[in-house]
């Protein structure tokens, strides 16, 4: 160390301590949405997942069945679920998207898919909060959603896939328009 000049000495020792920083503090973070921590940050933007369509089978429910405790809190999730399962059972296409409404990407979707053409009542176009994702158990039973945002397509025949991270109305409303028209 007694050959490198003192600058050089203190160029280098910056560095370290600014790649220790970089470790410690300052690396962005996986979000909590898929669970367990650690793991890969969410992928690029519109990264559309390799899935295979997976159908996916309406709940048999009688209307009188009584409304699951957990629903009876929050009634928005309640009415959210029984619009969910009455779509499956009359097989309209839906696109459900499951956001973190901490992260601008997931709020960025819920306003895009706001906007999505509802295909004059063929189609069913939700957000939800990724905290609700096990109410959605006649969706997600087959599709795996583990990161926030990720937008579920449905199709009219109950094939199911994904869309991982932000996709723009457009994208959506497209993708929508090709499983209506199945």
């Given at each position: 160390?007694s050959?490198?000049?003192?600058?050089?000495?203190?160029?280098?020792?910056?560095?370290v301590?600014?790649?220790?920083?970089?470790?410690?503090?300052?690396?962005p973070?996986?979000?909590?949405?898929?669970?367990?921590?650690?793991?890969?940050?969410?992928?690029?933007?519109?990264?559309?997942?390799?899935?295979?369509?997976?159908?996916?089978?309406?709940?048999?429910?009688?209307?009188s069945?009584?409304?699951?405790?957990?629903?009876?809190?929050?009634?928005?999730?309640?009415?959210?679920?029984?619009?969910?399962?009455?779509?499956?059972?009359?097989?309209?296409?839906?696109?459900?998207?499951?956001?973190?409404?901490?992260?601008?990407?997931?709020?960025?979707?819920?306003?895009?898919?706001?906007?999505?053409?509802?295909?004059?009542?063929?189609?069913?176009?939700?957000?939800?909060?990724?905290?609700?994702?096990?109410?959605?158990?006649?969706?997600?039973?087959?599709?795996?959603?583990t990161?926030?945002?990720?937008?579920?397509?449905?199709?009219?025949?109950?094939?199911?896939?994904?869309?991982?991270?932000?996709?723009?109305?457009?994208?959506?409303?497209?993708?929508?328009?090709?499983?209506?028209?199945?």
């Open positions: 160390m050959q490198v000049s003192r600058p050089m000495q203190i160029l280098l020792g910056a560095t301590l600014l790649a220790v920083a970089w470790l410690v503090a300052l690396r973070k996986p979000s909590d949405a898929g669970g367990g921590g650690g793991g890969s940050a969410a992928p690029p933007r519109a990264a559309v997942a390799a899935t295979r369509a997976t159908p996916v089978v309406a709940p048999r429910t009688h209307r069945a009584p409304t699951p405790a957990r629903h009876r809190a929050d009634p928005l999730l309640a009415r959210q679920v029984a619009a969910v399962g009455a779509a499956l059972r009359r097989h309209r296409a839906i696109a459900i998207a499951f956001v973190d409404l901490g992260a601008a990407d997931s709020r960025a979707l819920a306003g895009e898919l706001a906007h999505v053409s509802r295909f004059g009542g063929r189609a069913l176009t939700l957000s939800v909060p990724i905290g609700r994702l096990s109410s959605f158990g006649a969706i997600t039973r087959e599709v795996q959603v990161t926030a945002p990720t937008t579920v397509i449905v199709a009219r025949d109950g094939r199911a896939t994904t869309i991982v991270g932000f996709a723009d109305r457009f994208e959506i409303q497209q993708r929508l328009a090709d499983v209506v028209a199945r």
